[in-house]
């Protein structure tokens, strides 16, 4: 049976949870609360300002109609602002008990209190301790974010002046990022990746006529696999994954039908999402380095004869620098199909089923098919993707209630001070980011009940008996297997918060009053 979506509260959830606002030029100010009254007479000047679902919704689909018809969208412009806030920052605007109602311990924790669970260094004169993070560690705490995003740094430029006057009176701004889209390499990360590839789509209508993700898989009832994807290799997941309120997402990953909302918040933080904000320094030297040092090692063995750090870098990744995955082309990188939406993501690693039909006018998957690869051989167990999204794998039939929606971007600041603002929303942090980070990154077993080894590219050691070493095993074209090992960090967290962005009735009703 196909499930009904319901039409989602597109005029109060904010418009970067659901839809995006996925602009080059981003300002995030952080903030402390310097005056509470005052705080809550600024967030009522400041909520007019605040963008919808419903107005980035219709956005982006107009520069999605736009690139379709002229292969590019110049001359589009809009200007979004979202905010959020910390448990103590919302603390101040309402009282202890309403936030203690939120069921979220993490949240109510805090970041900088969760570090060290994360596998962030236990040392504080170490670099990554939250002591000496640039915000939101634990001697700079922040109250909330105002994240200002345009197609247009000029406009940035004014939006983020007008917010900056209009807090003032109640917050203080205590660090301010801008980030931007890499000018050379849009869509990329500074370690030469395609980034932001895998999203999941999200159920429900913007109207009655509308979904929000649009659909481009031929729905064939007699075949329940097509009503589970709004596009190849992109399922469809509950709205309540990521809002809460909204109905959730069931753990069978081939039943459609939605599960009740989360029951355990206090009323006006429906419609809200948890956020989880991390300033990621990227070393791409000290990456490059191991790279090459291990490249050159696995070399002279037979099952690796010939590899080099490039195709080192794509196996800890599990895709090329295009964002081809590795089951889909083993041997080279192809930007074509890097760059193909569908084909991109259309793969398992178990089992090669036959496309998904599509609807008219979605081009057809041209491209080789996935090769099974249960053993790693292609795609590492440990491969970053693989790890984040592990999709037909034993093990794995829950991983639809572990997506997250990541929404990062690049800053540049210079060769020793470059990275990625990871930005994610979810309803739960404990069944989302922090069980990606902790359950499938940082453990050399898991999602696979095999040691495959960490997440190389983002998993973390904190403190353990072994120390910060981190392993990865490989598989060679032989069969032989290698492990490579590393104490090095090449992802530096240097700030971060776990937020709560809530909805435009909380902010006009509750927050601001």
């Known amino acids: 049976m196909i499930p009904v979506e319901p039409v989602l509260p597109v005029d109060d959830v904010q418009g970067d949870v659901l839809a995006g606002f996925r602009k080059p030029h981003q300002t995030f100010l952080f903030l402390k609360t310097v005056d509470a009254a005052a705080a809550k007479r600024s967030l009522g000047d400041l909520v007019p300002l605040i963008s919808s679902l419903r107005d980035v919704a219709a956005f982006n689909a107009a520069f999605r109609s736009a690139r379709s018809r002229r292969g590019e969208a110049a001359g589009l412009v809009a200007t979004w602002v979202g905010i959020a806030f910390t448990a103590t920052g919302l603390t101040r605007l309402t009282n202890l008990n309403d936030v203690g109602r939120f069921a979220d311990r993490s949240f109510k924790l805090g970041l ?146 939605p599960l009740p909302p989360l029951p355990v918040f206090p009323h006006w933080a429906r419609h809200g999402s948890l956020v989880v904000i991390r300033r990621l320094r990227q070393d791409v030297d000290t990456l490059r380095r191991f790279l090459e040092e291990s490249a050159g090692e696995l070399a002279v063995r037979p099952g690796f004869a010939g590899i080099t750090p490039d195709r080192l870098a794509a196996l800890l990744v599990g895709r090329w620098p295009s964002g081809a995955p590795l089951v889909r082309s083993p ?26 039909p599509v609807v008219p006018g979605v081009s ?10 249960p053993g790693g051989a292609l795609c590492p167990h440990g491969g970053h993707i693989r790890k984040m999204n592990p999709r037909d794998q034993p093990g794995a039939s829950d991983s639809l209630t572990h997506l997250i929606l990541r929404r990062g971007i690049p800053f540049d600041h210079g060769p020793g001070d470059r990275g990625l603002m990871f930005v994610c929303y979810q309803a739960s942090l404990r069944q989302g980011f922090e069980f990606l980070s902790t359950i499938w990154a940082n ?44 104490t090095l960090d090449w992802v530096v967290p240097t700030g971060g918060g776990y937020f709560f962005a809530p909805s435009l009735t909380a902010l006009r009703d509750v927050l601001s009053r």
């Open 331 to 356: 041997r080279a990188d192809d930007e074509l199909l890097g760059a193909a939406r569908g084909p991109a993501n259309a793969f398992g690693y178990l089992n090669a089923r036959p496309p998904l």
């Open 112 to 257: 900088a209190r969760r570090s060290a669970f994360l596998g962030d260094p236990v040392v504080a004169t170490d670099d990554g301790h939250p002591s000496g993070w640039l915000f939101g560690g634990t001697t700079t705490l922040v109250d909330a974010v105002v994240l200002v995003a345009s197609e247009s740094p000029d406009a940035l430029a004014t939006r983020e002046a007008e917010c900056a006057a209009l807090l003032a009176p109640g917050y203080e701004i205590v660090w301010r990022e801008r980030c931007d889209a890499i000018a050379d390499r849009p869509g990329h990360e500074h370690f030469g990746f395609r980034d932001g590839i895998s999203h999941p789509g999200v159920r429900g209508r913007l109207d009655e006529t509308t979904f929000l993700t649009p659909r481009e898989i031929e729905i064939d009832e007699s075949d329940p696999v097509t009503l589970l994807f709004a596009r190849r290799g992109q399922p469809l997941v509950w709205p309540g994954q990521f809002v809460l309120g909204l109905p959730r997402q069931r753990a069978s990953a081939t039943d459609p039908a």
């Open 364 to 373: 057809p998957d041209d491209f080789p098919p996935a090769l099974p690869d």
């Open 443 to 486: 453990t050399r077993s898991q999602p696979l009940a095999e040691p495959g080894g960490m997440d190389l590219l983002i998993g973390r050691r904190g403190s353990s008996l072994s120390g910060r070493t981190r392993s990865l095993v490989l598989v060679g074209s032989n069969g032989e297997r290698a492990t490579l090992t590393t």
